[in-house]
């Protein structure tokens, strides 16, 4: 569908691939670039934007998931419901974005690292997870607030079988707010917060995987690839997500992104594009035939697109970086508003057209909104001194 969006934009311009070709000669070249991304390296902005992209693919991946289609009576873009059910259920490529990104991120942090002790990459890992922790502590919070107080919903059943054994309820309900619900196979009060667990695994893994990639390199990559093979049920695991976290951590050790456009003057830009696009392509395909994991491989492609191309437009760029500073928050946000308290609201829309804006929009307001608690309640301050105290450590 966004491929399909980002065909149209050009379309409507009447760019032919002459004029695209000479197009990518004149950003290459450094103009209609947005001022935050004259440098050549894969930047913070890039992530942001990329993150952008990603979240979108994220709510569209569950809002529109096929059983709610069906059940809801949705007006698709396409006709074709069997397609678009496949076209959604590969949107969960953003998963491995995601985790494609921390890796990224995190390899460029500790290979800047020239102390790589234990006391140092501990104290690298325990920051991350505290502003990790941070964003998820808040929300769960005035969640279970505005479930218990404002809607009326009890949170006994949900955590105890009969509600009364209150010390259980208490540890599952810490348990579910630092996002370990999903790996000490307890009762979580929002089911696609599944994936802080693999986000909290992943951030204290990072450390010994890029250490592992630092003496083995490039053996590293096929050993990532055939490994969720040889383990029983790694498809629901996190291995399953392991060979696009190595290729991530090779991205940023190795530069490829920067080497890529380094080597840009010896290939036409519209080639990449279409290769990259090709590659996505391919693994629609192949997800038709083969589990979803599989195709996480190709989840680099994204930020590819973004790196090469998309960060060069600036209102789309500002958009989708915008939309990337509050991705964790989105992500923390969506579910409670399309699944679990304003389900009837955001399917009254019936239409794709307006269902994904609409909870576009609302997730992103919510944020903002909670942002705002953060700032002025002083949350922040706490979470800064807290994160000061770990960087003196």
């Not at 392509?281 to 190709?298: K, P, Q, R, S």
């Amino acid at each position: 569908m966004y491929l399909y969006i980002l065909t149209s934009y050009f379309a409507y311009f009447r760019i032919s691939i002459e004029n695209f070709n000479a197009y990518g000669q004149f950003i290459s070249r450094g103009h209609f670039m947005a001022k935050d991304n004259m440098t050549d390296i894969f930047s913070k902005n890039h992530t942001l934007t990329t993150k952008g992209i990603l979240v979108i693919l994220l709510l569209a991946h569950h809002v529109f998931y096929p059983d709610i289609i069906t059940a809801y009576g949705i007006n698709t873009i396409l006709d074709d419901v069997f397609l678009v059910n496949r076209i959604v259920l590969y949107f969960k490529i953003c998963i491995a974005g995601f985790a494609f990104l921390t890796a990224f991120g995190t390899a460029r942090i500790l290979k800047a690292q020239e102390d790589k002790s234990f006391r140092n990459l501990f104290r690298l890992t325990a920051t991350r997870l505290i502003k990790l922790e941070s964003a998820v502590f808040i929300i769960y919070i005035l969640a279970i607030f505005y479930k218990q107080f404002i809607i009326g919903q009890s949170l006994k059943d949900l955590y105890t079988p009969d509600g009364r054994n209150i010390p259980l309820m208490a540890l599952r309900m810490f348990i579910d707010m630092i996002g370990m619900a999903a790996y000490a196979l307890t009762p979580t009060f929002n089911v696609t917060w599944w994936y802080l667990s693999f986000a909290i695994l992943l951030i204290c893994a990072m450390p010994f995987i890029y250490l592992a990639y630092e003496k083995f390199r490039y053996l590293l990559l096929p050993i990532g690839c055939l490994l969720p093979y040889t383990i029983p049920d790694s498809n629901s695991s996190f291995f399953s997500l392991l060979p696009i976290v190595i290729l991530g951590t090779a991205f940023s050790y190795e530069g490829w992104f920067e080497r890529i456009k380094a080597n840009r003057k010896k290939g036409r830009p519209t080639i990449r594009l279409i290769a990259g696009c090709a590659l996505l392509y391919i693994g629609f395909l192949v997800h038709g035939y083969v589990n979803i994991t599989f195709c996480y491989i190709f989840a680099f492609v994204i930020p590819f697109l973004v790196y090469e191309y998309i960060s060069y437009i600036p209102v789309i760029q500002s958009i989708l970086k915008y939309l990337g500073k509050h991705a964790t928050n989105i992500f923390l946000i969506h579910t409670f508003i399309y699944y679990y308290f304003y389900s009837d609201f955001i399917y009254s829309f019936h239409s794709t057209w307006y269902i994904l804006p609409v909870l576009t929009i609302a997730s992103l307001g919510v944020s903002i909104v909670i942002e705002l608690v953060k700032k002025y309640s002083g949350y922040n301050r706490l979470v800064n001194k807290l994160l000061r105290y770990m960087e003196s450590i």
